[in-house]
């Protein structure tokens, strides 16, 4: 992106931001002073789309999908494309994908998508693949190596094993604290298929991988988890600028890992509460995400949001657009060597919650 175009980018990004009006995240990459390389795309992840009953939709997750495709073709300059994050839908019903694409068909520009488990465990992704094609794959945009993986696999005995009805199986994984559901993985078909896919790429080109669940371990009671993270890890230790971004947990969280930085992106639907185990676990999240300050239960787009991201220098700044919310922006650190958060990093500079009682 020319310098100028940048300026004006962030201007009406600003603009819009200062009017609260985004509810998207943008993510932009860059690739040293003047390149032309550098560039943006939007992200909208986890709208959860949930039929109450015929056409009947709940109509709060409906908003924050909408509102986050109104908001993202906004956007000027044009983001490169746009990447969607997985759980489009709630139950993993046909009807639940196909008006969750309905809306998402409004966005201008080439989709990208990834699966969730909410879109997996009823039928095994059978109706998403129908409709999406490939859950895992990789291509090349401006210098930098895109990677998808379906990262909500699980043991295939549990998967396979005799369930009363898809809906039973996908129930007990569509629980935030899922005791009879499983860990989820990559597992070894997909990461051999990534072992060969990286070997044609040489270890300076930056890599972004996209996946729903975290490719590293944060919580396993509420699955912000990936059983096999640490070998999918070890397929990407070799490479100078590697950065996962993924979906599923609803709220920022960031933690640099080697050379892998981690970015999480907000759900369009409804915020996830922060474990309160992340404190007496704290060997599975060497850094705490400072909070979002999520004031009010009450709100209804409050703590939800959508995310454009700057590629530059072969690493990735998402700017986080939250509705009703405080925006914020967590980028990479050169001298730190990690993703701080602009504004808030620092205690002192952080809003108090408000307490409702
Ligand atoms: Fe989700
Ligand atoms: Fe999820």
Redesign the pocket.
């Given at each position: 992106m020319h310098d100028n175009s940048r300026r004006k980018f962030l201007k009406q990004g600003g603009a819009l931001l200062a009017a609260g009006t985004l509810s998207i995240s943008v993510v932009e990459l860059a690739f040293g002073k003047g390149s032309e390389d550098r560039f943006t795309f939007a992200y909208i992840s986890?709208s959860h789309i949930t039929q109450i009953k015929g056409n009947r939709f709940v109509r709060n997750w409906d908003r924050g999908l909408i509102r986050a495709v109104a908001e993202a073709n906004l956007l000027d300059p044009r983001p490169d494309f746009v990447f969607y994050g997985?759980?489009i839908a709630q139950l993993g019903k046909p009807e639940e994908i196909d008006h969750g694409l309905e809306m998402l068909a409004g966005l201008r520009g080439k989709v990208h998508y990834v699966m969730?488990?909410?879109d997996y465990y009823l039928d095994l992704g059978d109706y998403w693949r129908k409709q999406l094609g490939p859950d895992h794959y990789s291509f090349d945009h401006k210098g930098v190596h895109f990677v998808v993986l379906n990262s909500?696999l699980t043991h295939e005995n549990w998967m396979h094993r005799k369930w009363d009805s898809g809906m039973d199986r996908m129930k007990q994984m569509a629980r935030l604290d899922n005791p009879n559901g499983q860990p989820f993985m990559v597992g070894d078909t997909q990461r051999d298929w990534l072992k060969k896919d990286l070997e044609k790429v040489s270890k300076n080109t930056p890599i972004v991988v996209f996946s729903?669940?975290p490719l590293q371990k944060i919580y396993k009671g509420w699955n912000f988890w990936t059983d096999d993270a640490e070998q999918v890890q070890a397929l990407l230790k070799p490479f100078d600028k590697v950065t996962v971004l993924y979906?599923?947990v609803h709220q920022i969280q960031t933690n640099q890992i080697g050379n892998i930085s981690f970015q999480s992106a907000m759900a369009t639907a409804w915020p996830w509460p922060y474990p309160a185990t992340y404190k007496q676990q704290a060997s599975y999240m060497p850094k705490l995400t400072v909070d979002m300050n999520r004031a009010d239960p009450f709100f209804e787009r409050d703590a939800t949001g959508w995310q454009f991201i700057d590629v530059h220098s072969g690493r990735v700044d998402v700017n986080y657009l939250l509705p009703d919310n405080t925006n914020r922006t967590v980028a990479f650190d050169e001298k730190a060597g990690h993703p701080v958060d602009t504004k808030y990093q620092a205690e002192v500079n952080r809003i108090p919650p408000q307490k409702h009682y």
């Open positions: 986890d997985g759980d969730g488990e909410h909500i729903h669940s979906g599923h």
